[in-house]
């Protein structure tokens, strides 16, 4: 019983590294603890300025700062305002056939991100391609991944468009996702980024296996895939005698006789009646009785002096003074300048508009999934913020083993991290956040059983070592052995 309580001391700082089962064109989990594989660039950028053109941003392999899982290391950008850029050749090219695309790997700002980017570049598959020099203008087939700065928050998924006609390449961009991201990139827990792309054009891109965007190459990307098969003539002007006045004036239309330009808009009201007490006498103002002229008033210099206007005392309770006026009030016969009546221009020809022209550059790509092979994952990245924290970047053409993988590692790390606290999906207002609960609580609870079960086994094998030449060391392994079946029935795990 002892040797079982150290046996779960020991184990809850065990980690096993994810290992890729099934197809797949890269996996990376750096708990091997190097860089070994990965070629950082000696390029310097062409347009910047000298002392932050060289590709020098640091990058190291080492533990999340407050890892829970001992062991599990990953790939972390160090440097803040410098450019970094580091790539590794996948195991062969990704050629797109008849498969689908999944590319997969986790990303933690330990340190929030105040303005950066963390995507990946797939790099195109070229014949001049050289890690050693990756630079912002490397080829790249695919760029995906998160990318934040000051309050805009965005999550590429950006491809290379090769124009058919030209050779050329144009790159096309998905439209945002409306999921509200903010929470992946100021939480502090490790996300995990998935882009699906399949044979049939559609594009899945998930955060935490819970889909945030989805559409289809031909319809979804901006600028469209495909050009309009018609285009305004650049070659067609507005005639000058165009008439695209839709109503004018009746040319037929005459003033009448009795039309009256000169009536006023306004007239005495001579209905209107003086009120009664009105003190036509009184004016409205007088001089301030109680004024008196300065001492030092010098009447050749100032003039001859006036007392100050105040209102007349009289007036106060009577209804006015002065001389009483009629009120204005609206001329009924007021008709103002006469104009013709407004008639349909029967000349009218619509709002002009060029003739449409078939599109010189048209063209028609029904499959735009087949994209140029890429041959090497790259990070080239400029960020204000360091320490973001890169793990377990999986490739494969089978979603099966990527989901696999993304349990294996992103789903360990997850638990380990207490995210499975309701939390990171329960703000970002998806219709599968409930199934993301969920999944997460199930992790928790696999990873617990998991490590007891582990426990269970070194607890055994050591009982077991112990007793090689000894039948009773045996009886002791079966005990063992049965209490662990027993609580993985308990607890109803395939683990
Ligand atoms: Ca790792």
């Given at each position: 019983f002892c040797s079982v309580l150290w046996s779960l001391f020991v184990c809850q700082?065990?980690?096993?590294?994810?290992?890729?089962?099934?197809?797949?064109f890269f996996a990376e989990s750096f708990d091997r603890g190097t860089m070994d594989g990965w070629v950082l660039s000696r390029a310097k950028k062409d347009d910047a300025d000298e002392e932050i053109a060289k590709y020098d941003g640091k990058w190291a392999v080492e533990e999340m700062k407050d890892s829970k899982l001992p062991g599990d290391m990953g790939l972390v950008l160090k440097s803040r305002a410098k450019h970094h850029a580091i790539s590794s050749l996948l195991l062969r090219p990704f050629t797109f056939e008849d498969k689908p695309l999944i590319v997969q790997y986790e990303v933690n700002f330990q340190s929030g991100i105040d303005c950066g980017g963390a995507y990946v570049k797939l790099l195109t598959q070229t014949p001049d391609l050289d890690l050693n020099q990756f630079v912002d203008k490397t080829s790249y087939t695919?760029?995906?991944g998160p990318d934040k700065c000051g309050e805009d928050y965005k999550l590429h998924f950006i491809f290379r468009h090769k124009n058919p006609k030209t050779g050329e390449f144009e790159e096309k961009h998905a439209k945002k996702p409306d999921a509200d991201l903010r929470t992946y990139y100021t939480d502090k827990k490790t996300h995990l980024y998935t882009l699906v792309l399949n044979p049939d054009n559609s594009f899945e891109v998930l955060v935490d296996q819970t889909v945030v965007n989805s559409?289809?190459?031909?319809?979804?990307?901006?600028?469209?895939?495909?050009?309009?098969?018609?285009?305004?003539?650049?070659?067609?002007?507005?005639?000058?005698?165009?008439?695209?006045?839709?109503?004018?004036?009746?040319?037929?239309?005459?003033?009448?006789?009795?039309?009256?330009?000169?009536?006023?808009?306004?007239?005495?009201?001579?209905?209107?009646?003086?009120?009664?007490?009105?003190?036509?006498?009184?004016?409205?103002?007088?001089?301030?009785?109680?004024?008196a002229k300065p001492e030092d008033w010098d009447e050749d210099m100032d003039?001859?002096?006036?007392?100050?206007?105040?209102?007349?005392?009289?007036?106060?309770?009577a209804p006015g003074c002065g001389v009483w006026k009629r009120p204005m009030i609206d001329n009924p016969n007021y008709k103002g300048k006469w104009k013709p009546p407004m008639i349909d221009n029967p000349n009218y020809q619509g709002v002009w508009k060029p003739r449409k022209i078939p599109n010189p550059a048209f063209f028609e790509d029904l499959h735009p999934f087949k994209m140029t092979p890429f041959s090497a994952v790259g990070l080239e990245l400029w960020s204000m913020t360091s320490d973001i924290f890169f793990d377990n970047f999986f490739i494969t053409n089978d979603r099966n083993t990527a989901d696999r993988w993304a349990n294996d590692g992103w789903g360990l790390k997850k638990a380990a991290e207490g995210a499975a606290e309701v939390g990171s999906g329960s703000h970002i207002g998806l219709k599968g956040t409930e199934d993301l609960k969920i999944q997460n609580s199930e992790w928790e609870r696999r990873w617990?059983?998991?490590?007891?079960?582990?426990?269970?086994?070194?607890?055994?094998t050591a009982q077991s070592g112990l007793s090689d030449a000894d039948r009773p060391g045996r009886v002791t392994f079966t005990k063992l052995e049965k209490f662990s079946h027993v609580f993985r029935n308990r607890f109803n795990t395939k683990c």
């Open positions: 700082v065990m980690y096993k590294a994810p290992e890729p089962m099934g197809e797949h695919i760029m995906f559409g289809n190459l031909l319809t979804d990307m901006t600028p469209p895939v495909n050009p309009p098969a018609e285009i305004e003539d650049p070659d067609d002007h507005k005639p000058e005698d165009w008439d695209e006045r839709a109503k004018i004036q009746d040319p037929d239309a005459v003033k009448p006789e009795d039309w009256d330009e000169d009536a006023p808009a306004q007239i005495a009201d001579e209905d209107a009646v003086k009120p009664d007490g009105w003190l036509d006498d009184e004016p409205e103002y007088i001089g301030d009785p109680e004024a003039g001859e002096w006036e007392a100050p206007q105040i209102p007349n005392p009289a007036c106060e309770t617990n059983v998991n490590v007891f079960i582990v426990c269970m086994r070194v607890c055994v």
